[in-house]
């Protein structure tokens, strides 16, 4: 709580400090604050938070909050040149972020299904506007109006199953609803209906099939930037909502629905990483990689007691986020793959995180990215045996992928144009490198 | 401990020297790595282990008399690779020398690792630095042909991941020891799958029949130093595997099902291969129909598991070595003074080039096995063994001797001898001169005592129960 109460703080200063149009206080300020409640979240456990009775609706794990914190500050960072060039809206634009952040902290860990969804909303329509500030371009106006309207869409309909439930147990309360459901409702039509929509607003907001159909357009028409924060935080905290609720609410319910979220692996992976082949375009193919990892992601249900899901999410977050920023140095407006051939010859840093950061995604160790889906695997593997021989398939179509990607990054130019990064892109790439190789450490 | 680390070190550093110097300092390096570990085989006594412990989690080292000889020949492999590229352009770019020694690393982990989540992790360690030198000095004009190499690979190492999930699970062990007392007898059916991850994986790298399609046009695309990487060594990888971890653990029900599946995939190897190689006109795709040929008895007879002929598996494992360095490095040689491999194209190099025709004959009669030489012992011994399991296995297997002559001699012969289409033909360097006489040395010593290798191995290799 109070980590949501520093970032509020500090989006509400950064909104002021915004005004004098100097972009550098605007990111001092939303990075202490960023940095500030990853501190408040590390020293939670040990002193009483002037919150402690309304804490008790969020009992997220400090480790959730920090890593979440990361994210969002490394995204800012990467994505500061893009916000800087605004320098009318730069406060802006962080603040929207960091409140948008305070959002996915109260949604990834709820206790309350409509604290939930008040956490979700928070998170969600920051993002709604970030998507748009593409302003001359109509396609970044189409992808946040398409995204507003499918998102408002999921929303409505993850209400719907918060309603049906709350009409079969008569609680919002997360356990309350558990001890309801445990006595045998969880049979009945209301709360099967119920579980059904929550699972498919989830489905949404992670971006798997079969409603994935928004990502690659509104991934496509926002900015490098926000995709950054988009394509990470949003889906982090999504994740660890879904293994909340599912694994709590639901886990009387196990054998009804884990069918039901193999077949959505199964789906999002084959389907994410077979269309990703033939993209020409960066950002729709981080957007169908991205739905391929969320199906990847949904493998922490598989074992409700022990979802080992955080190396995972991190490993993926920062891969992406190295890709994203390469990206954004590379080619800001077309946004095309054909301009990735030989960038590692134009700068050995980039050279460096792209190798590390691709070979991540692939799952190749000693890097983060193997770590993250060993352990995933490790608890999902004996219960769903089947469906994870189909995703290491889906997987090795998934290296090709990326390995596509890096041998055409890696193709020696005929002439060679150095890439010029700004001191905050090498600090993101240089920081992102060290952690994918740091992974070290878990074994 | 530096035994280790060190070739971790040299790939660091090899990213900061001077360029002028890289040549040379990959050559020093290699030879100090070889050093080390001579002096460290000196000082070992074949009946115990060597502990080696960083405090990790998953991964620890315990070195045994296979686990050194592995590591001799990778380091005798890194060594000979630098000192045979010597006067080749390769050996001057830092990136190759790094990834040789990540490379070397990646090897020395899986030889050395104790358990079986470190034997993977280093297993797919090896396949960064080859990807990234197979694409940057090999001739891949399009990526398909490297694409395909990793399809099948990383199949086959994402079964094998499976397979170390379900095993750690099954047992709740993960050291080598533990998993060896393990027994997998109550898992039944199980543990037949759980092999057959594992043996997914071997068998592309070896490469057994059905999974060798990647080997033919990888092999001729990649430079001379990433095929004497790729065949000398990194197959070794499987065959290791299959002799250390696999047969031990899995003695049983699962080896008793794989047995005879895996035995019959090595002997079409063994003729298939044999007699592709001889319709072959790209030197370089011979030789690599005559490893799939060569690399087929080797696994057929491990399948066997017997105690003896698992030592002989070892020096045959070394003889291979031996002449797929030899000869992918003749092949090498005529490519780069001729720029080209056609044997259409090739004849009388030997009166041009009299020390490169008797080096290369050398390496030709190891390669034929021909007595006194590791490969006669190795082969025999094999065949002998197979012989006795199955009198139609025997059969076929010893094919090789007859065909395996047809179309070494042919590979020799056609460039050798026959008219002189090529009239200037720059004789061996010196580096070259002493990469042939190593192994030639090498390839008669292992023929001559056999037994100093096998007994050594011997103390590492598990007695089978039956």
């Given amino acids: 709580m109070d980590s949501i109460v520093i970032l509020f703080i500090s989006g509400l200063l950064g909104l002021f400090v915004g005004m004098q149009k100097k972009p550098l206080f605007s990111i001092i300020i939303a990075s202490l604050g960023l940095i500030g409640a990853g501190v408040a979240a590390y020293f939670k456990g040990s002193y009483v938070s002037p919150f402690a009775s309304y804490a008790a609706f969020i009992p997220t794990q400090g480790l959730v909050i920090i890593l979440l914190c990361t994210v969002t500050l490394l995204a800012m960072l990467g994505g500061y040149k893009r916000y800087k060039s605004d320098d009318e809206h730069t406060g802006d634009y962080f603040a929207l972020i960091l409140f948008s952040l305070c959002g996915a902290i109260i949604m990834a860990q709820p206790n309350d299904l409509m604290l939930f969804f008040i956490g979700l909303e928070i998170l969600s329509i920051p993002i709604y506007v970030l998507v748009g500030i593409e302003k001359g371009s109509s396609r970044s106006a189409e992808a946040a109006v398409k995204y507003f309207f499918t998102g408002s869409f999921a929303s409505a309909i993850l209400l719907f199953g918060i309603g049906l439930l709350y009409g079969a147990t008569g609680s919002f309360q997360i356990i309350e609803i558990q001890s309801n459901l445990a006595i045998g409702i969880w049979q009945s039509p209301m709360a099967i209906i119920g579980s059904l929509f929550l699972l498919a607003g989830f489905t949404f907001k992670i971006g798997a099939v079969p409603f994935h159909f928004w990502g690659p357009d509104v991934y496509d028409g926002a900015s490098n930037a926000v995709l950054m924060y988009m394509s990470t935080v949003v889906k982090i905290a999504g994740i660890y909502a879904i293994i909340n609720v599912f694994g709590q609410v639901f886990r009387d319910s196990y054998a009804f629905w884990i069918d039901l979220i193999c077949i959505i692996i199964v789906l999002s992976m084959f389907y994410g990483y077979i269309t990703a082949w033939k993209q020409t375009s960066f950002r729709r193919l981080i957007a169908y990689s991205s739905i391929a990892n969320a199906g990847l992601m949904l493998f922490a249900l598989a074992d409700i007691h022990n979802s080992n899901i955080f190396l995972f999410v991190t490993a993926y977050a920062l891969s992406t986020i190295a890709m994203v920023v390469v990206n954004s140095a590379v080619n800001d407006d077309t946004d095309s793959l054909a301009n990735w051939e030989g960038i590692a010859w134009r700068n050995p840093l980039v050279g460096v995180a792209l190798v590390l950061a691709l070979f991540s995604l692939a799952g190749i160790p000693p890097l983060a990215g193997f770590f993250g889906k060993f352990s995933l695997l490790w608890s999902a593997a004996p219960h769903v045996p089947y469906t994870a021989i189909l995703a290491l398939i889906a997987s090795v179509i998934g290296a090709f992928v990326y390995l596509r990607l890096m041998i055409s990054a890696l193709k020696k130019p005929k002439v060679t144009l150095p890439i010029h990064l700004s001191f905050e892109q090498v600090l993101v790439l240089v920081l992102t490198s060290l952690a994918t190789l740091g992974a070290l450490y878990f074994i | ?466």
């Fill in chain 2, 1 to 466: 401990m530096a035994l280790i680390l060190l070739p971790l070190v040299f790939s660091l550093v090899a990213w900061f020297i001077p360029s002028n110097i890289t040549r040379i300092f990959g050559l020093i390096a290699s030879a100090i790595t070889l050093v080390v570990s001579s002096v460290a085989v000196c000082y070992f006594e074949p009946s115990e282990h060597l502990l080696i412990d960083f405090g990790l989690r998953f991964v620890r080292f315990s070195i045994d008399s296979l686990g050194f000889t592995m590591i001799l020949l990778t380091n005798a492999v890194i060594f000979l690779v630098f000192l045979s590229n010597f006067k080749r352009s390769i050996t001057n770019e830092k990136r190759f020398t790094a990834l040789a020694f990540l490379m070397q690393f990646g090897l020395l982990g899986v030889f050395t690792t104790n358990t079986i989540l470190g034997f993977y992790i280093f297993w797919e360690l090896t396949l960064l630095p080859i990807f990234l030198i197979l694409y940057w000095f090999g001739s891949f004009d399009k990526p398909r042909a490297l694409l395909q190499f990793f399809l099948y690979t990383l199949l086959g190492s994402l079964a094998m991941l499976l397979s170390v999930i379900g095993l750690m699970h099954a047992t709740n062990q993960q050291t080598y020891e533990a998993l060896l007392a393990a027994d997998l007898s109550s898992l039944g059916n199980t543990s037949i799958f759980l092999m057959g991850g594992f043996l997914l994986a071997f068998a592309v790298k070896i490469p057994l029949f059905p999974f060798h399609t990647w080997q033919a046009e990888t092999y001729t695309k990649a430079p001379t130093a990433g095929t004497m990487l790729l065949s000398a060594i990194m197959l070794k990888m499987a065959l290791f595997g299959l002799l250390k971890w696999v047969l031990p653990i899995f003695d049983g029900v699962a080896t008793d099902f794989w047995r005879w599946p895996i035995i019959t995939l090595g002997i079409i190897g063994v003729v298939y291969g044999a007699v592709v190689a001889i319709r072959q006109q790209d030197l370089k795709t011979l030789f690599a129909y005559a490893s799939l040929s060569h690399l087929g008895l080797i696994a057929a007879a491990l399948m066997l598991n017997n105690f003896d002929t698992n030592q002989i598996a070892v020096v045959q494992i070394v003889n291979h070595s031996i002449v797929s360095i030899g000869l992918f490095l003749a092949a090498g040689i005529i490519e780069q003074r001729l720029g080209t491999r056609e044997l259409g194209q090739l004849g009388g190099i030997a009166k041009v080039a009299p020390r490169f025709a008797f080096w290369f004959a050398v390496l030709t009669f190891v390669s034929l096995s021909v007595p006194f030489t590791a490969g006669f012992i190795g082969e025999f011994f094999l065949i002998k063994a197979l012989f006795s399991a199955n009198a139609l296995t025997g059969f076929l297997a010893s094919t090789t001797l007859v065909l395996g002559a047809v179309y070494m001699l042919k590979a020799y012969q056609a460039p050798m001898f026959g008219p002189t289409i090529n009239a200037t033909f720059e004789d061996l360097h010196w580096s070259e001169i002493a990469v042939f006489a190593i192994l030639s040395i090498a390839a008669i010593y292992l023929g001559l005592a056999p037994q100093c290798l096998t007994d050594f191995v011997a103390h590492s290799l598990p007695q089978p129960t039956h």
